[in-house]
């Protein structure tokens, strides 16, 4: 792998004056070659203000459109959202992602005396006209699990949407990476297999890198089995 070169979809214009941090970008190119890029901006990491944007490039990555809200609904409590975009076989993009809900401003997403996390949510959000405008995000459910997906989707030949993400908990024990599925274009989601579990108080899926005690999971019944993980 080579780095070709480097570049800035978006930077705060006023850094002097208001504070605009973005986060958790994710990219989808669209048959006519543009770019479409999701990205969270708000006030700080973790704030309630945190919304999700879109910006497009039509000159592959060198120029970048001013980021323009996802969508302009309000909701009460508050969500700050992530999303990432995915380009579907039948021209849509489809946005994943979660929320979670913030019950006042200054209440942090992490309990720090309990480490409790805020509800959250999975939504999804759609495009008909190539990233220009969305569908206001709705709710879908895996198993009455909030799940960190923190990746797009993908597209099988069959047609089949594939997700991966975990069931978000900062417990010592119970972490697991799950793969989902949808087989009506994102309607409905189902858990497919279990792709990834920890040995008891050692490791999140998110962290699978730095742990040397991770267990591969064994097939679940709901779905093919997943090999074992290969060290890269």
Do not use: C
Request: aromatic residues 8%; proline residues 10%.
């Amino acid at each position: 792998m080579q780095l070709v070169e480097t570049g800035t979809i978006y930077a705060n214009p006023d850094p002097l004056l208001v504070s605009r941090q973005a986060a958790f970008p994710g990219l989808a190119r669209l048959t006519n070659g543009d770019i479409v890029a999701l990205f969270s901006i708000g006030q700080a990491f973790d704030a309630t203000d945190m919304r999700a944007f879109v910006s497009r490039s039509t000159d592959n990555g060198h120029t970048w459109s001013t980021p323009a809200p996802l969508h302009t609904k309000t909701f009460a409590p508050e969500e700050s959202e992530t999303f990432k975009p995915a380009a579907l076989a039948d021209g849509t993009l489809l946005a994943t992602g979660y929320v979670f809900l913030r019950p006042t401003p200054l209440t942090p997403i992490v309990d720090p005396k309990t480490n409790e996390l805020l509800p959250l949510h999975n939504k999804l959000s759609r495009s008909h006209d190539g990233g220009h405008t969305w569908t206001v995000p709705e709710r879908f459910i895996v198993e009455d699990v909030g799940l960190e997906l923190s990746g797009p989707i993908i597209q099988r030949a069959s047609g089949e949407l594939l997700g991966s993400g975990a069931p978000f908990h900062l417990g010592p024990d119970n972490h697991e990476g799950w793969l989902i599925s949808s087989v009506d274009n994102g309607k409905t989601w189902q858990k497919k297999s279990i792709f990834f579990r920890a040995d008891p108080s050692a490791v999140a899926p998110g962290k699978a890198a730095s742990s040397t005690s991770a267990a591969p999971a064994s097939p679940s019944s709901s779905g093919p089995s997943i090999s074992p993980p290969v060290a890269t």
